[in-house]
């Protein structure tokens, strides 16, 4: 239902795709890779808001073409990334007259509204050190590698890489990863997994 007037977009690496106040043109369906909402501090640092994995449809967008809005923060792909976009009136005209639709567009409110709060929680009562431990174990590939750069992990974090790099050199120190370059690998995950529980 959804490939009816679907447009497709592939992005090789790194891009921003929308900034904060653009409009939108759609609705924005991931088909492969991941992308990254996140907002930017007056500060100039970044944080992530959340991540949209394979299937799933950013809300932001939705709530922006039902309601005539700007988009209110930034969204960027990872690379190998290909990212649909279903015109505003067709995704409307979907929505008013299937049920499948509607169903997709309140699971998509009702992971966003979770994954929000559980981003929240973490804020306020994890330090720094153990989300860190925590996205790294939970991000990590199936080979126990994340493939991510410290300035990148400073950005979903909301701190600086220097910040970062100190907290890893701890976590290199105590032998619970390694770090390689552009990755990190888990070297032991249930250490890990105690700093990640620590507060």
């Given at each position: 239902?959804?490939?009816?007037?679907?447009?497709?977009?592939?992005?090789?690496?790194?891009?921003?795709?929308?900034?904060?106040?653009?409009?939108?043109?759609?609705?924005?369906?991931?088909?492969?890779?991941?992308?990254?909402?996140?907002?930017?501090?007056?500060?100039?640092?970044?944080?992530?808001?959340?991540?949209?994995?394979?299937?799933?449809?950013?809300?932001?967008?939705?709530?922006?073409?039902?309601?005539?809005?700007?988009?209110?923060?930034?969204?960027q792909t990872e690379p190998d990334t290909c990212v649909g976009v279903i015109p505003s009136l067709t995704y409307r005209?979907?929505?008013?007259?299937?049920?499948?639709?509607?169903?997709?567009?309140?699971?998509?409110?009702?992971?966003?509204?979770?994954?929000?709060?559980?981003?929240?929680?973490?804020?306020?009562?994890?330090?720094?050190?153990?989300?860190?431990?925590?996205?790294?174990?939970?991000?990590?590939?199936?080979?126990?590698?994340?493939?991510?750069?410290?300035?990148?992990?400073?950005?979903?974090?909301?701190?600086?890489?220097?910040?970062?790099?100190?907290?890893?050199?701890?976590?290199?120190?105590?032998?619970?990863?390694?770090?390689?370059?552009?990755?990190?690998?888990?070297?032991?995950?249930?250490?890990?997994?105690?700093?990640?529980?620590?507060?």
């Amino acid at each position: 239902m959804l490939e009816c007037g679907m447009q497709l977009n592939r992005f090789d690496e790194l891009k921003t795709i929308i900034n904060k106040g653009n409009s939108v043109s759609g609705a924005y369906v991931v088909v492969r890779g991941r992308l990254r909402v996140y907002s930017i501090s007056p500060a100039g640092n970044e944080a992530t808001l959340y991540f949209l994995n394979p299937g799933e449809v950013c809300i932001l967008a939705l709530n922006c073409i039902f309601n005539n809005l700007l988009y209110p923060a930034w969204v960027q792909t990872e690379p190998d990334t290909c990212v649909g976009v279903i015109p505003s009136l067709t995704y409307r005209t979907l929505f008013q007259n299937e049920p499948s639709i509607q169903n997709l567009t309140v699971h998509a409110l009702s992971v966003l509204v979770f994954r929000l709060m559980e981003e929240l929680e973490e804020v306020h009562t994890l330090s720094l050190n153990a989300r860190l431990a925590k996205f790294i174990l939970l991000r990590g590939a199936g080979d126990g590698q994340l493939r991510m750069t410290q300035s990148e992990l400073a950005s979903h974090l909301g701190t600086t890489r220097e910040v970062i790099a100190k907290l890893l050199r701890k976590m290199v120190a105590a032998k619970s990863v390694k770090t390689l370059r552009g990755s990190i690998l888990i070297e032991d995950p249930d250490l890990l997994a105690k700093q990640a529980n620590r507060e």
